[in-house]
Structures are given as structure tokens and as C-alpha cells.
């Protein structure tokens, strides 16, 4: 009788382990380096800080400068010289998208047998209806199309269009939802669709708030905290911030209600480095969004769940937003198979049991239509007037012009002190 009981227990065990995590997949944008709590930031973070600090936070984490080719590697697992993206972001009225030929991370998940939504802002091409979200993996989405908007009109004349951006799948919402401030709409869909899942399914949800990009906009209420801060810029941009670490939190009640936080895993990127002119933070990083320093591709990312064999941990092994796709796949149990050939690696034992990086190189970029910078050294090596980097280990070439590389700390402008440092 003792034998059957323990058999029992053991089988029961060795199903919990094997069971399908639901997955929380978040990423801000614009979101700067120093723009965290836990990197002794002056904005407060208490949910990002909490989650962060009793799960893995991954200090030696990189992203692309730019917003689409981040998003690109994010859902393909393939660098954007493979998929076309590594020039610039895509722009409302140009007829290209995320290759159809490269199935997502949300095609791979749903095949695996995954509920799966999309929340926020897309920006990977909508020019045919194939390239939006609900023609990608997605069963649902809800918000922008583009790469920004104004974040109560959800319109933007800046970028060559003058019209309302926000969809309810394929759908364009009308006037209902005008005056409702994005982060907040966000969040809000994001609760509903965790209420009414079925908890027989796992769930995966992106949630790719807009926030904290341009325009600085935010609430009243969020700005009160922030009084000691002079410079107009960095005072919304805090107050965003805030905004936004207060949707996680209520997103996280929603699975935490919904019986479903156990087993949820939580993984929380930026896009890019923080844009400076605007606000965001980097130090004491060098360059800024869009640029090939520091500032422009390392980033904020940490990952929480009650799977993570070593809790409360900082890593400092190599990891590249390409990695989440085979890492969160196989965590699934999805299969890469009819995918093409990955530039991610899983890495699911680094950031679990601390173990050694899947990879020791990161190819940041090579553009070879960006403007050409200094001289080209031979005729028969690489032509080094041309933009690109590359990491491999502790070492980090960059040739042509990666961008701007300032010393620029955010915090003292508005205060008397010389913005470059």
C-alpha cells in the first residue's frame, strides 16, 4: 500500500513538473537602463522591483537598438540581417512586414496548444491583412499597429498617417475607448482576457505596453511623487513609468486571482535603450536608443516563476532577446521544427539553475546601407566604413558610425549641471 501511495505521489510530481507555464511575456518601450528601481533609479518600481528580486535579473542582457528589429528577433529567434529588418523601423506606410516564410513565437506556442493574446503595440508590418497580429499567432490582439501613438487619441500625424490606430483583432475600434490612457486600456484588457481563459489551457500573453515612449503624456496622479524633479521630460517620464509598474502589478493580481500565477513564468524586456532626448535614463551606460553603445542595446530584462530552480538571482551571462524564442518554446514543450535556421539559443538552464551561457557571441548589427564612416582599411577584409557590431566574450568591435556615444545622465537636467558627463 505504501509503494502504490508513493508511486502516486510520484507520478502526480512528475506531472506538475512537466506541466505547460503559462507565460507573461512584457516588454516597455524606450525603457532606459538606469529608469528602474533596482538599478538605483530615482523612479519608484515596486512590482517590477519585487518581481525581479525573487526571481533572475539578467545583467548582461542585450536588444536591438530600434524598436522592430527587436521585436523581429523576439518573435522569430532569427537576427534581423536574416529577416530583413536591420535597417530602421517599420514606417505606416511602407509596404514590408515580418517575413510570413518565419513562423513566430506566437504560431510555435498556439501549436503547442497555447491560448494566446496579444496586448499593445505591434509594429512589425500591417500593410496586407497576413502580417497583423490575428495572421500571426496570435488568437487575439488589441491595440496599435504602429510604432506609436498619442496615448489617449491613439492617433499620430507625426509619422505620415492622420487616423485613428487602435484594433480589436482586425477590426479598427472607433471612438470608445478615446481618453483612456493607453497604459491603463492596456491593462485593463490584458485582466479581462486573463478572466475569462480557460485555466485548461496554458496562456500566453504579450503584453507590449507603449509606454514609455513618445509623446510624454501621463496622468495627474502619477506626476505628485515626482515634485523633485526639475527637468519637465523626465518628470512625465517617471510618471509613466509608475503608471506602468502599477498595470503589471494589477495584471499580476488577475493571474494571481485566476488561480493561475503558480505556474506562470514572467519575462519583462525593453525594446531598446532609453531615448535621452526624451527623458529616459541609460547611465552609466554610453549612447542612447538607436545608437551601437551600451546604451543603445543593453538592457532591462529579469525573469520570475516558481520554475526557476535558483531564485534571488543575478546573472551575468551572456543572453540576446533572440534567445526567448527556442527558450520559451522548448520550456512549452513546443517543437522548432518548419522553423528556419535560429541565431537563439535556449537558455533556460542559465537563467534557472545559473549555469554557464548558450552562446558567447552577439552579432548587434551589419548595415550596410547606413551611411559609411571613416576608412575602409583593404580591399580584401570586411569594409570597415560600414555600420555594424559585434560581441563576442568581454570584447566588443564596432565599425562605421554606431550613433550617439554621450555620457548623458538624465537625472541632473534641469538642475544646473552639464548634461554630458
Given at each position: 500500500m505504501i ?5 502516486i505521489?510520484?507520478?502526480?510530481t512528475?506531472v ?10 512584457i516588454?516597455?518601450d524606450?525603457?532606459?537602463?538606469n529608469?528602474i ?5 530615482e ?8 518581481l525581479?528580486a ?5 545583467e548582461?542582457?542585450?536588444v536591438?537598438?530600434?524598436?522592430s528589429?527587436?521585436r523581429s ?23 514590408n512586414?515580418?517575413?510570413?516564410q518565419?513562423p513566430?513565437?506566437?504560431d510555435?506556442?498556439r ?16 500593410f496586407?491583412e497576413?502580417?497583423?497580429p490575428t495572421?500571426?499567432?496570435f488568437?487575439t ?5 504602429n510604432?506609436?501613438a ?5 492617433n499620430?500625424?507625426?509619422?505620415g ?6 484594433r480589436d483583432?482586425?477590426q479598427r ?11 491603463n ?14 485555466s485548461?489551457?496554458p496562456?500566453?500573453?504579450?503584453l ?8 510624454l503624456?501621463v ?12 527637468d ?8 509613466m ?6 498595470g503589471?502589478?494589477?495584471v499580476?493580481k ?6 493561475l500565477?503558480?505556474?506562470t ?14 527623458g529616459?535614463d ?9 545608437s ?18 535558483k ?8 543572453i540576446?532577446i ?7 518554446i ?5 517543437s522548432?521544427?518548419r ?14 539553475y ?7 557571441t552577439i552579432?548587434?548589427n551589419i ?21 555594424a557590431?559585434?560581441?563576442h566574450n568581454e570584447?566588443?568591435i564596432?565599425?562605421?558610425d554606431p550613433?550617439n ?10 538642475q544646473?549641471q552639464?548634461?554630458?558627463l
Amino acid at each position: 500500500m505504501i509503494r502504490i501511495a508513493v508511486a502516486i505521489l510520484c507520478f502526480t510530481t512528475t506531472v506538475r513538473t512537466k506541466r505547460q507555464p503559462n507565460i507573461l511575456l512584457i516588454i516597455a518601450d524606450d525603457y532606459g537602463y538606469n529608469d528602474i528601481g533596482y538599478h538605483g533609479s530615482e523612479i519608484k518600481t515596486p512590482v517590477l522591483d519585487r518581481l525581479a528580486a525573487d526571481g533572475v535579473k539578467l545583467e548582461n542582457y542585450y536588444v536591438q537598438p530600434i524598436c522592430s528589429p527587436s521585436r523581429s528577433q523576439l518573435m522569430t529567434g532569427r537576427y534581423q540581417i536574416h529577416t530583413g529588418i536591420q535597417h530602421a523601423i517599420f514606417w505606416p506606410l511602407q509596404p514590408n512586414g515580418l517575413p510570413l516564410q518565419d513562423p513566430t513565437l506566437a504560431d510555435k506556442l498556439r501549436e503547442a496548444g497555447y491560448s494566446t493574446h496579444a496586448v499593445g503595440k505591434w509594429h512589425l508590418g500591417f500593410f496586407k491583412e497576413e502580417y497583423l497580429p490575428t495572421h500571426r499567432g496570435f488568437d487575439t490582439f488589441f491595440g496599435i499597429l504602429n510604432g506609436k501613438a498619442d496615448h489617449y487619441q491613439y492617433n499620430d500625424t507625426a509619422m505620415g498617417i492622420n487616423g485613428l490606430d487602435l484594433r480589436d483583432g482586425i477590426q479598427r475600434v472607433n471612438n470608445e475607448y478615446r481618453g483612456q490612457y493607453s497604459t491603463n486600456l492596456y491593462t485593463k484588457k490584458a485582466v479581462e482576457i486573463v478572466e475569462k481563459h480557460d485555466s485548461e489551457k496554458p496562456l500566453f500573453m504579450y503584453l507590449s505596453y507603449q509606454a514609455v515612449h513618445l509623446p510624454l503624456q501621463v496622468p495627474d496622479k502619477y506626476l505628485k511623487q515626482y515634485g523633485h524633479i526639475k527637468d519637465m521630460d523626465r518628470k512625465i517620464y517617471a510618471g509613466m513609468t509608475s503608471a506602468m509598474d502599477e498595470g503589471i502589478g494589477d495584471v499580476v493580481k488577475s493571474f494571481q486571482s485566476k488561480g493561475l500565477w503558480q505556474d506562470t513564468l514572467v519575462v519583462f524586456t525593453t525594446d531598446n535603450g532609453g531615448q535621452v532626448l526624451y527623458g529616459g535614463d541609460n547611465w552609466p551606460l554610453r549612447g542612447w536608443k538607436g545608437s551601437l553603445w551600451e546604451g543603445g542595446v543593453k538592457a532591462v530584462g529579469f525573469v520570475h516563476g516558481q520554475m526557476i530552480q535558483k531564485k534571488g538571482a543575478i546573472s551575468k551571462e551572456l543572453i540576446h532577446i533572440s534567445d526567448w524564442f527556442p527558450t520559451l518554446i522548448k520550456l512549452a514543450n513546443g517543437s522548432l521544427k518548419r522553423t528556419n535556421p535560429l541565431d537563439g539559443v535556449d537558455q533556460w538552464r542559465t537563467i534557472s539553475y545559473g549555469e554557464q551561457s548558450q552562446r558567447n557571441t552577439i552579432l548587434h548589427n551589419i548595415d550596410p546601407l547606413f551611411s559609411h564612416a571613416g576608412e575602409r582599411k583593404s580591399d580584401n577584409q570586411f569594409d570597415t566604413r560600414e555600420r555594424a557590431a559585434l560581441r563576442h566574450n568581454e570584447w566588443k568591435i564596432i565599425t562605421g558610425d554606431p550613433g550617439n556615444g554621450s555620457w548623458i545622465y538624465t537625472s541632473i537636467r534641469g538642475q544646473n549641471q552639464n548634461k554630458l558627463l
